[in-house]
């Protein structure tokens, strides 16, 4: 959890951190992969289910028609909808969001490279199985990028920054609710990556996209205790 991180900070182990950062990803990564087997994200033996009926999908302020594609075929396949090796309908998917066919296209682009999707030549595209080593693999690069975020943050924080990431970690330990875990843990590690005053290591982690869509703590909520405390799976 970010107690053990913390200290590390405090005490300016950089090895400590990057230790406390790899067994919290780590960890998160067991609680995915717990979460998915449960649901039958890992098997490729699944019926097909019917996209709709439910809200359709609408552009957010902030986002492009493509990214608006992406974010509802990721909801749709960890919410069950589209199941591994179910084709993707195109057609009914442009529908929902209210585009055309061409953001369709640019999204499987994005979502083939983070492994959610395979086109077949002649076939179609089709969604993929969750795979373990995946998921553990892209835990794993999670805790390398936050590792050498915190050996940067320590080389370079003052007394007040490391009063600033107390206090910030002290309000994540509060919270209770998914939503607030979320917005704390958000600023307790956006801090740290600013702290750590790396361009490129920012490029990297906006260019990763997260394994479960929307908010992360209300999908696997047995995350919630491993990043307040580190706290095992039970």
């Known amino acids: 959890g970010l107690a053990p991180l913390l200290r590390a900070v405090r005490t300016h182990a950089e090895g400590d951190a990057d230790d406390a950062m790899r067994s919290l990803l780590r960890r998160h990564g067991d609680a995915v992969i717990a979460a998915f087997s449960a649901s039958g994200l890992l098997s490729m033996v699944a019926p097909a289910q019917p996209v709709g009926p439910d809200a359709p999908a609408a552009v957010g302020e902030a986002e492009t028609r493509a990214e608006a594609v992406a974010r509802y075929v990721r909801r749709l396949v960890f919410d069950g909808r589209l199941r591994p090796g179910q084709r993707l309908p195109q057609d009914e998917i442009a529908g929902r969001v209210g585009v055309s066919r061409i953001p369709v296209r640019e999204a499987i682009i994005v979502l083939e ?117 580190g706290e095992p799976l039970k």
């Open 113 to 229: 490279r983070e492994g959610w999707l395979r086109t077949e030549s002649h076939r179609g595209t089709f969604v993929n199985a969750f795979d373990e080593r995946a998921i553990t693999d892209r835990f794993a690069l999670h805790s390398r990028f936050f590792g050498f975020a915190a050996r940067r943050a320590i080389d370079r924080m003052s007394p007040a920054d490391l009063d600033e990431l107390t206090t910030l970690a002290a309000r994540l330990d509060r919270v209770t609710s998914p939503a607030g875990v979320a917005r704390a843990n958000d600023a307790y590690l956006t801090r740290l990556v600013e702290l750590a005053a790396s361009s490129r290591l920012q490029t990297v982690l906006r260019s990763i996209a997260q394994v479960v869509p929307g908010n992360f703590f209300a999908a696997v909520p047995a995350s919630i205790p491993v990043q307040k405390r």
